[in-house]
């Protein structure tokens, strides 16, 4: 079982940084793969970006590709999301969660077996 708790959302101006920390609880954090999705008001759920477990391999969606990284500290059990160049259609929940399965496979939220309880991040135009 792995619990999930997100951070640093907040209120900020287009073009403005954001960094989401998201921490989770579990001798076997580190074994997982950790993704960031988030739900903007009457949309679904998408997919932002993935990294790895043990590596630096990371998989980002086009829309934040360049502008947001994801990093992870697996001795602090800890996945980071550093959101630079902000625009008001990012404004969402962000969500971390955790999944095992292949690379590949990441980009479908329903490969994720823990969820943290999100974070709002809003962007003011």
């Known amino acids: 079982q792995v619990q999930l708790v997100e951070s640093g959302g907040g209120l900020v101006q287009a073009g403005g940084s954001l960094r989401l920390s998201c921490t989770g609880s579990?001798?076997?954090?580190?074994?997982?793969?950790m993704g960031w999705f988030r739900q903007a008001p009457g949309k679904e759920r998408g997919f932002v970006v993935v990294i790895r477990r043990s590596t630096t391999t990371t998989l980002y969606a086009d829309s934040v590709k360049g502008r947001f990284t994801i990093s992870r500290d697996n001795a602090k059990n800890t996945v980071y999301l550093q959101m630079n160049s902000l625009k008001p259609e990012d404004t969402a929940v962000y969500y971390c969660?955790?999944?095992?399965?292949?690379?590949?496979?990441?980009?479908?939220?329903?490969?994720?077996?823990?969820w943290g309880q999100g974070t709002l991040v809003t962007v003011s135009s």
């Open positions: 579990g001798r076997t954090w580190s074994t997982y793969n």
């Open positions: 969660a955790a999944g095992s399965q292949g690379m590949s496979a990441m980009r479908d939220s329903g490969m994720y077996a823990f």
